[in-house]
């Protein structure tokens, strides 16, 4: 087939069209099978990832880590929101359905919801973030039961926010505002723990709402806070409650070291909490995404190494019947 040339008139202009030819692709083995693919039929499973901008950048860090982990078994869906305070991103979820009335996808099997590093900004020093801590509770029990209600098969891992670094607050703020910055601190510590001890909180009075529902089990809090500050008191002589500094790169923000560290938590927290869902690498390459890779959740497609090249359909057929159970 050629490629066919011809010229068409446009807005007083000769225009020079390119028309590919149409190529046909033929399947001799199973052509009587192609038919319209059903969304159904496309949907795996998911992992739904809900917080602020520690959320959206995820994907350069422990988010994509998840990926990498979870490859060919879930899709990753990062709905971080930078800057976003738990009031805003209640009306974004609303309005463009991540969570809300009729939102109901039995696929996604779990949800992180990662909140309270913009609320607990100091009113008095940044207005524009801070969310009053009796707000941040019932807004972030909003979310954990809307996240419920829309995702019912998934589990709902609650993230407290992480521990403030103040050194590398008050340098961050005098590299960027120069001779305005007020060396005053937007944010602590102290005042972030309050609201980590409040997402603790909530996730425990949800659960003890829901005793008697399986959802109390499906349901748990990775205490991101105290673990960096434990993290960062255990090494070296004489460590200060606030050596914690290697996990942030300005005092707020996740440094190389920090993404690391919250995937290692986040898989220490599934593989206890939930190890229905929690993935074992293969024993001898160590990798996530082979056959010798163990996980409840199907993975798409058979692995390469079952597939015998003489009797290939067999393979896809077993893997058809899975997929179908």
């Known amino acids: ?101 009729g939102v109901l996808d039995e696929s996604v099997m779990l949800v992180t919801i ?32 809307l996240s419920h209600a829309s995702y019912p098969n998934a589990k709902i891992l609650v993230i ?28 602590t510590l102290e005042n972030t723990g309050l609201y980590a001890a409040a997402a603790k909180e909530v996730l425990s009075k949800f659960q003890a709402d829901n005793k008697d529902a399986t959802i109390a089990k499906d349901v748990c809090c990775l205490d991101l806070y105290q673990a960096m500050l434990d993290a960062g008191k255990s090494e070296g002589n004489g460590a200060k409650k606030e050596d914690h500094g290697k996990f942030f790169y300005d005092g707020l923000h996740f440094s190389a070291t920090g993404h690391d560290f919250v995937l290692e938590q986040l898989q220490a927290t599934i593989t206890q909490r939930f190890p229905g869902i929690a993935v074992t690498p293969c024993q001898i390459t160590k990798q996530w995404n082979n056959s010798g890779s163990k996980c409840s959740v199907l993975q798409q497609g058979p692995y390469h190494d079952v597939i015998q090249h003489d009797d290939w359909e067999t393979a896809f057929g077993e893997y058809k019947k899975r997929r179908l159970a």
Not at 134 to 143: D, M, P, Q, R, V
Request: charged share 20%; proline share 5%; hydrophobic share 35%.
């Open 1 to 101: 087939h050629s490629v066919r040339t011809h010229i068409r008139a446009t807005s007083n202009r000769l225009v020079l069209v390119r028309t590919l030819p149409r190529i046909s692709f033929k399947y001799k083995h199973s052509t009587h099978c192609i038919r319209p693919i059903s969304r159904s039929n496309m949907t795996f499973s998911k992992i739904l990832l809900l917080g602020d901008s520690l959320t959206q950048t995820a994907m350069g860090g422990w988010g994509g880590g998840l990926a990498h982990i979870y490859q060919r078994r879930a899709d990753v869906l990062n709905r971080g929101m930078s800057g976003y305070n738990t009031r805003w991103f209640l009306r974004y979820a609303n309005d463009t359905g991540v969570l809300g009335d």
């Open 160 to 187: 407290t926010p992480p521990p403030v670094y103040h050194p590398q607050r008050l340098e961050f703020q005098k590299q960027r505002y120069k001779e305005k910055a007020t060396g005053v601190l937007e944010r």
């Open 114 to 145: 990662f909140f309270g590093a913009n609320d607990a900004s100091l009113l008095q020093h940044n207005p524009h973030a801070h969310v009053p801590l009796e707000e941040y509770k019932a807004n972030l029990e909003t979310i954990l039961k």
